[in-house]
């Protein structure tokens, strides 16, 4: 597992397999911790090394409901777990699947035996909306709704506030949340420099909330000195927004004609992303 520093209250850890993204942040008198890394070498480590840098984690936060980003619970037993409104109802529809998906990559992988996987409690939150780094506003304490369906970067922002962004298309649930203090993007699966937009139908994702997504995040990738995909290590504001225009004209290419649809060729080479894109295509192609 690799650590980067992206700002002095910002950390963000890349798991060594399939570069799965955790990402602290830290308030005055707290931290969240947002997705998780995966080995349980790596979760054993987290509390040690957020505890050396001085930050404080009083809740954890999850970008969506695949499994892979819910193990923060296995690090930090104690905490509470918030997610977008989207994420809890998902899970609460799929009761025990992300415990499910963990014992067949564990045995898979041939992964010692881990403590099980307890999500408890979730708080959902209203999304778009904005959640509090400090004085003790992160799940567990209430949230506010921002209303309406869109946001723009730093609007309605003050203080050390996380905005929430809907965050839908890769699965039926997400969030993308904004560090406007950090000017940090942490997005969820999207915009990844190791892996082609994927589709998950069987998740409830969808092609044109995929692309409305992408269109929410634009502002804020214009703002960001970082942005934080949910696999691939930290992004420039430039390469991030160079991803987003390949990824839209990919699913603009899905949109119109699936058989005749190319993966972006920065990412599109190996196997596994040639598996993606075949599941794509058919996921939009008639039977």
Do not use: K
């Amino acid at each position: 597992m690799r650590a980067v520093a992206l700002h002095e209250d910002v950390i963000v850890f890349v798991s060594d397999v399939w570069q799965t993204t955790c990402t602290a942040v830290r308030g005055d008198d707290e931290g969240f911790v947002i997705d998780s890394p995966i080995y349980p070498e790596e979760l054993r480590a987290l509390p040690e090394v957020l505890e050396q840098a001085e930050f404080p984690v009083s809740g954890l936060l999850a970008t969506h409901a695949d499994w892979d980003h819910l193990l923060g619970r296995l690090a930090f037993p104690g905490a509470a777990l918030g997610a977008g409104e989207s994420t809890v109802a998902r899970l609460g529809s799929e009761l025990g699947e992300p415990q499910r998906r963990l014992r067949a990559f564990d045995e898979e992988h041939y992964v010692p035996e881990r403590p099980p996987l307890g999500l408890g409690s979730l708080q959902a939150l209203p999304v778009p909306g904005r959640l509090e780094v400090g004085t003790r506003g992160g799940p567990g304490a209430e949230s506010r709704g921002s209303g309406g369906s869109g946001q723009s970067p730093d609007a309605g922002a003050t203080g050390r506030e996380l905005e929430l962004i809907a965050a839908d298309g890769h699965t039926g649930d997400g969030t993308a949340y904004w560090l406007p203090w950090a000017r940090v993007l942490v997005c969820g699966d999207y915009l990844s420099p190791v892996e082609i937009p994927m589709i998950s139908a069987s998740a409830g994702g969808a092609l044109a909330a995929y692309r409305a997504t992408l269109a929410r995040l634009s502002p804020f990738v214009g703002r960001a000195e970082w942005v934080v995909p949910g696999h691939g290590a930290p992004l420039s504001s430039r390469r991030a927004d160079e991803i987003l225009r390949e990824d839209d004209q990919y699913l603009g290419e899905l949109q119109r004609d699936p058989a005749s649809a190319r993966p972006p060729a920065s990412r599109g080479g190996t196997a596994t992303q040639t598996r993606i894109h075949r599941d794509n295509v058919a996921g939009l192609t008639p039977a």
